[in-house]
Each structure stands twice: as C-alpha cells, then as structure tokens.
C-alpha cells in the first residue's frame, strides 16, 4: 500500500514538473516574442526619426499624434503648435468637404488606397 501511495505522488509529482516545464517553455517563447517586437519598433521608430518624409498620424478625434522630426525641420513650425491644431486646419478649403468624406470612411473601418488632397501652410 505505502508503494501504491509513493508511485501515486511521485506520478502526481511528475504531471506538476511537466505542467511548470511546459509552463516555462511558454513563457519563454512569449519573451522572446516580445523581444523581436521591442527591436522591431526600435527600428520603425529609428527610420521614421530619420526620414526626411513628413509622417505623421491623426487620431479619430481629428488631431495629430505623432510627428516625426521632418515637420519641424520642413515646416518650421515647432512640434507644440502643430499638436496645438485639428489636422483639417491644414487642409486647403476646396477640399476640406472630400477630405472630411474620406476621413469619416476611416472612421468606418474601410481602407484608403489612393486619396489626395492639398494642404496649407499657415497655422489658422
């Protein structure tokens, strides 16, 4: 019986340590995951700091959340006034109605392939 009982927890003993190295070998696969993901963002970040190309994102609130370094160095203004403005106030008025379209089928979940539109450079 006492033989019974030690097969039983050394068989339950087992099932834990192939449960935790199971366990271990997730977590580790998920770090290193999370570590091509790090350097993967390390380097978007790095290209889109050194493009010369304007780059930019809008929320769907209408304003701007990044601006990579071009703007300022293009535009000449600072980073703070262009946050400080709705992206529609840089767009040119004759197509402010298409653009507002187009910005509310973003909106909508569909796609934009080819879009143009002209922009201002004054701050309103």
């Known amino acids: 019986m006492v033989t019974g009982i030690i097969a039983l927890l050394a068989g339950g003993f087992r099932w834990r340590v192939n449960v935790v190295n199971a366990r271990s070998r997730e977590l580790a696969d998920q770090v290193q995951r999370l570590t091509q993901i790090k350097q993967i963002r390390a380097e978007r970040d790095r290209i889109l700091e050194l493009s010369q190309d304007l780059i930019c994102s809008v929320g769907m ?60 450079l004054t701050l309103i």
Do not use: C, Q
């Not at 601006?67 to 106030?89: C, H, Q, R, T, Y």
């Not at 004759?94 to 080819?114: P, Q, W």
């Open 61 to 120: 609130d209408g304003y701007f959340k990044y601006f990579n370094p071009a703007w300022e160095n293009v535009l000449g203004f600072s980073i703070e006034e262009l946050f400080s403005k709705a992206f529609m106030d840089f767009v040119h008025p004759d197509d402010r109605t298409k653009t507002l379209r187009e910005f509310e089928s973003l909106a909508a979940g569909r796609r934009t392939v080819n879009f143009e539109n002209r922009y201002t």
